[in-house]
């Protein structure tokens, strides 16, 4: 498991910052706090791989009050953060039963999407709970060995849509105090986004986008076949943790 580093903390903090002011001059009513970002970054760099070749930029988050990040969770068998956080890597996240957290719940595309990109099997929307996890951790895995690591355009979930132009400016200070700083570390890692439109905010915000993935499925989560069951590198989750 990966741990952050001070500096990170500090570069997430000045990202955060900047950031809440452009919110307060878009007229947000509702901004999420640094805690809450910085619990974002753990669970991504839980799932850090070992060698980062591609900084994949999701769209992958909704707001989070601060109060909720006490909600109790059932993750310790992960072996990762525990704390709950309306971001794609939290995978308490969209699952009522690891986490009674309210609405909103997870874009419910994005799975599929990454499952597309890992060149996985899909589960079928009768999935239990058992079988989503064990295949959602495989995505995150395989994403891993792939040399992917999952990361957020800016570090908020938004309580309220922003215009293009105003999250490019939302985007800017996370890009030159995280992105870059990331891919640089990780000796010039590329930049991927997930989507035309988000493409669009982090170009005009001056990210080096080298590919923008599509967010058309190429599979029908109703109707693909489940993935055989006893595959190498099963997943087992205990829920009373």
């Known amino acids: 498991m990966a741990i952050i580093s001070q500096e990170v903390v500090t570069r997430v903090g000045r990202a955060h910052l900047a950031g809440q002011k452009v919110l307060l001059a878009s007229g947000a009513t509702q901004i999420e706090s640094v805690e809450v970002a910085l619990a974002a970054e753990a669970h991504a760099w839980f799932w850090r791989p070992t060698e980062v070749k591609k900084l994949l930029v999701v769209a992958n988050r909704s707001f989070t009050r601060q109060s909720e990040l006490a909600i109790p969770t059932k993750l310790r068998w992960l072996g990762g953060p525990t704390c709950f956080v309306r971001t794609l890597p939290c995978l308490a996240f969209g699952e009522s039963q690891l986490a009674a957290a309210p609405e909103p719940s997870i874009d419910p595309t994005l799975w599929p999407l990454l499952s597309d990109l890992a060149e996985f099997p899909l589960v079928t929307r009768s999935a239990n709970l058992s079988e989503r996890l064990e295949w959602k951790v495989k995505i995150l895995r395989r994403l891993q060995q792939k040399g992917y690591w999952i990361q957020n355009p800016h570090p908020f979930g938004l309580a309220e849509p922003l215009s293009s132009e105003q999250e490019a400016e939302l985007v800017a200070p996370w890009l030159r105090q995280h992105l870059l700083p990331l891919a640089d570390e990780s000796q010039g890692a590329e930049i991927v986004c997930m ?12 990210t080096p986008v080298s590919q923008v993935l599509s967010t058309t499925l190429a599979k029908d989560p109703a109707t693909a076949p489940r993935e055989p069951k006893g595959l190498k590198g099963s997943v087992k989750p205990s829920f009373a943790q």
């Open 195 to 206: 989507g035309e439109p988000l493409a669009a905010s982090l170009q005009m915000a001056g």
